[in-house]
Nanobody, 124 residues
Framework: QVQVVESGGGLVQAGGSLRLSCAAS????????VGWFRQAPGKEREFVSA????????DYADSVKGRFTISRDNAKNTVYLQMNSLKPEDTAVYYC?????????????????WGQGTQVTVSS
């Protein structure tokens, strides 16, 4: 199995940027598809972005499309989520998850391994 750890969260003003990292240990990260999800207070966890095992397929929620970019560096066992033009509504705990498949898609049920999350707070 694989363990994933998120980092890079913090407090930023609206319009600012953050880059989240999802670092993996254990089995080779290139064997897993990866997704980013987020959960705001009082709300359900929602899909943000996903990348295939090879990095050739990416997907984004409509709410972040054009502002967030997902990428992966399998040599470094790391997946990144570059977040630009942040809005207060992006405030949430962001989770990285790994799926033992070529592509995990938007459903959290497809992902078996989850990190503990990193807090992103966007002030207005």
């Amino acid at each position: 199995q694989v363990q994933v750890v998120e980092s890079g969260g913090g407090l930023v003003q609206a319009g600012g940027s953050l880059r989240l990292s999802c670092a993996a240990s254990g089995r080779t990260f290139s064997s897993y598809a990866v997704g980013w999800f987020r959960q705001a207070p009082g709300k359900e966890r929602e899909f943000v972005s996903a990348v295939s095992r090879s990095g050739g397929i990416t997907d984004y929620a409509d709410s972040v499309k054009g502002r967030f970019t997902i990428s992966r560096d399998n040599a470094k066992n790391t997946v990144y989520l570059q977040m630009n033009s942040l809005k207060p509504e992006d405030t949430a705990v962001y989770y990285c998850a790994a799926a033992p498949s070529g592509y995990g898609g938007r459903s959290s049920r497809n992902y078996d391994y989850w990190g503990q999350g990193t807090q992103v707070t966007v002030s207005s």
